[in-house]
């Protein structure tokens, strides 16, 4: 495959992966008391829509388009997920969307580095702002259950979640 064919095919992903992502933040935000966590949870979900309109214009310069079936997919799966935030509690929800954040973090820097390789460099700035953004993201999930009793248990299931990793900067 090419350059611009790997770039397509990691921003069908992303683009589709917003939209569950933004979902699942809406019922995230809507379970929680703290009105802080709520502001900032909301906020990470406007980002989220912006980050899939900007991944969708450049899907249409590259004339291309999300895949229906993962659209739906993702649909679903997001909306699922912001159900579970009212039901599972406050800690896995948060770990979860930190650990997600950490992926959408390379994600996004594969993305420029395959736009990069096309020769697209006005795509490859706005991945990296995308990617430098959800790094915010993690970052913000991480401090907010640095603290908790549950978190070595988690790490040592799923790897997220050691402070070096996670307030490293972007590559």
């Known amino acids: ?89 406050w800690f896995l929800p948060m770990y979860f969307a930190g650990r997600l954040e950490g992926g959408n973090v390379v994600e996004y820097e594969t993305a420029a580095a395959w736009a990069a390789g096309a020769g697209l460099t006005h795509f490859e700035s706005g991945l990296r702002e995308m990617a430098a953004r959800e790094k915010e993201h993690e970052v913000y999930f991480f401090s907010v259950i640095a603290n908790h009793r549950l978190l070595p248990l988690m790490q040592s299931i799923f790897g997220w979640g050691e402070a070096g990793k996670v307030n490293s900067p972007i590559p």
């Open 1 to 89: 495959m090419t350059s611009q064919q790997e770039l397509i095919k990691i921003l069908r992903d992303a683009y589709s992966g917003e939209r569950a992502a933004a979902y699942a933040y809406r019922g995230h935000w809507k379970s929680l008391r703290d009105a802080s966590e709520r502001t900032r949870i909301r906020q990470i979900e406007d980002e989220e829509w912006q980050h899939r309109r900007d991944v969708g214009a450049m899907l249409a310069a590259m004339n291309s388009a999300p895949v229906r079936f993962k659209e739906l997919k993702m649909l679903l799966i997001g909306r699922g997920i912001g159900f579970l935030c009212h039901v599972i509690g």
